[in-house]
């Protein structure tokens, strides 16, 4: 009988040895799932690392672009500027051969027409005071100039830009012992001084529609404007 109780005991004891073991097997089980948590802090780390490295390279090409930019404005002004011939180049005197003229007829003001001088010449040049007219081949002297209209700088033109003057044709009633219709009118430039006649020799510009109705004692041209409402205002 003793001996069966100490069998019984033996093998209780064996049992919760063997159960406490199971126990502490199983408690020792959730460090596994901790290795499984360091693993997504460590791939947010590297997708933090990534982003830092990302906004870093998205900077980086920020102020790359910003550069890029400034060079291209820098690039486009001098472009520009070489295009306009604007840039270092020096005004000389513009020439009749270094620009291209035009006579247009306007409705208003009445009795006006608009004479345009193009730069068609490689320099800026500057186009003096009015331009010399004869309105026909009767006419015995320039028209006469507008002096209100004189403007307070000399008008310098760039490549391609225009110059613009009004004509003032007729009276309002159209009265008058020199009224002529003509095909062309004479045009030569004067120099920079007030006492200078026409510099050169002059061409003939032909009128639209080829017949243009002027009084010689009438007509008046007004000083050459960069616009063509300071030249119409008269």
């Known amino acids: 009988m003793a001996l069966a109780s100490s069998a019984v005991l ?7 040895g063997e159960g406490g073991a199971e126990s502490k097997s199983v408690g020792t089980a959730p460090t596994k799932p901790t290795d499984t948590t360091d693993t997504p802090t460590a791939t ?11 906004g870093q390279a998205t900077k980086g090409a920020g102020s790359q672009d ?19 011939g604007s840039g270092s180049a020096k005004p000389v005197d ?24 193009t730069n068609t010449g490689s320099k800026p040049c500057r186009i003096y005071r009015y331009p010399a007219l004869r309105l026909s081949e009767n006419s015995q002297s320039e028209t006469a100039r507008l002096g209100p209209s004189q403007p307070q700088a000399v008008v310098t033109l760039d490549r391609g830009a225009t110059a613009y003057a009004g004509l003032i044709t007729a009276s309002v009633d159209r009265n008058s012992q020199t009224k002529v219709t003509t ?35 009438n007509a008046q041209v007004t000083f050459w404007q960069d616009n063509v409402s300071d030249a119409l205002a008269w």
Do not use: M, Q, R, W
């Not at 095909?183 to 032909?206: K, Q, W, Y």
């Open 10 to 16: 033996a093998l209780a004891l064996t049992a919760c």
């Open 183 to 217: 095909s062309s009118i004479g045009l030569s430039l004067h120099g920079p001084d007030a006492g200078d006649s026409s510099t050169e020799n002059g061409v003939d510009v032909p009128v639209p529609g080829g017949s243009l109705y002027v009084e010689d004692d």
């Open 94 to 117: 513009c020439t009749t051969g270094s620009l291209e003229f035009a006579i247009k007829e306007v409705k208003s003001p009445i009795n006006h027409a608009l004479i345009t001088a």
């Open 66 to 84: 910003s550069g890029n930019g400034g060079g291209s404005g820098a690039g486009a002004g001098k472009t520009s500027s070489a295009g306009t």
């Open 44 to 54: 947010a780390v590297s997708a933090s690392a990534s982003a830092t490295a990302t």
